[in-house]
């Protein structure tokens, strides 16, 4: 079947916007993940989903972030007032349950102006 | 947090040529994963290599949890194989990673 889709691909954003990213994870795989990874450095996790469940938040960066994923599947990424610095791209993963390889998604190039 | 280390940060070779990408990390860790983020920016999954020895085609990797450290061989490179490799470990039951800087690697005709 197909793999991890996001969308947009790219986002641009003027500063102080609100943006919304989504992730559609491969069916059947209850743990979806988000990364943030800046320019030559390497992903950096963000948050964690267990089905519907948000059972690690700890890489937020800030209140402005949000995610959820609340039938278990699609996720979204909200990112509000949008600051210079928020500018990424955002990948999100997903696989199956308990341990095991995770598989990403071509990520959301934000740009934020 | 667990801390990971990748070496060296840039490769560059010839066709053909082979080589040994490092990871160190710096606590257990009971995941560990090897990916390619090619020229597009794609991340791939190479290996899920927690402990022991993998192969697929010219690529394999090793690794030896109790000192720490992972290896990710590459045999008869090609130019295809350029692009980042990451290192992603992690202790948590879910799969958590922490990802290295990377080794920017170059393959030449």
């Known amino acids: 079947g197909a793999g991890v889709s996001q969308s947009p691909r790219y986002k641009v954003a003027k500063r102080g916007q609100d943006v919304a990213l989504r992730c559609d994870p491969i069916?059947?795989?209850?743990?979806l993940f988000w990364y943030q990874q800046a320019l030559g450095q390497g992903p950096e996790f963000l948050t964690y989903?267990?089905?519907?469940?948000?059972?690690?938040k700890s890489g937020l960066p800030s209140d402005r972030f949000f995610a959820e994923r609340p039938e278990g599947s699609v996720s979204t990424l909200k990112i509000q007032r949008t600051q210079q610095e928020d500018s990424a791209v955002y990948l999100c993963?997903?696989?199956?349950?308990?341990?095991?390889?995770?598989?990403f998604g071509p990520g959301t190039r934000l740009l934020v102006l | 947090g667990i801390q990971v280390e990748q070496s060296p940060p840039d490769l560059i070779l010839q066709e053909g040529a082979n080589s040994t990408l490092r990871c160190n990390f710096s606590?257990?860790?009971?995941?560990l994963q090897w990916f390619h983020q090619n020229p597009w920016g794609q991340l791939i999954n190479l290996f899920y290599?927690?402990?022991g020895t993998k192969q697929n085609g010219r690529l394999s990797a090793t690794t030896v949890a109790t000192e720490r450290y992972s290896l990710l061989y590459i045999s008869s490179s090609q130019t295809t194989d350029s692009g980042v490799y990451f290192c992603?470990?992690?202790?948590?039951?879910?799969?958590?990673?922490?990802f290295g800087q990377g080794t920017i690697l170059t393959v030449h005709p």
């Open positions: 606590d257990s860790v009971n995941n």
């Open positions: 069916s059947g795989h209850v743990s």
């Open positions: 992603g470990a992690g202790g948590t039951s879910y799969g958590k990673l922490t």
């Open positions: 993963a997903s696989s199956p349950p308990g341990l095991a390889g995770i598989l």
């Open positions: 290599i927690p402990s």
């Open positions: 989903f267990q089905n519907e469940a948000q059972l690690d």
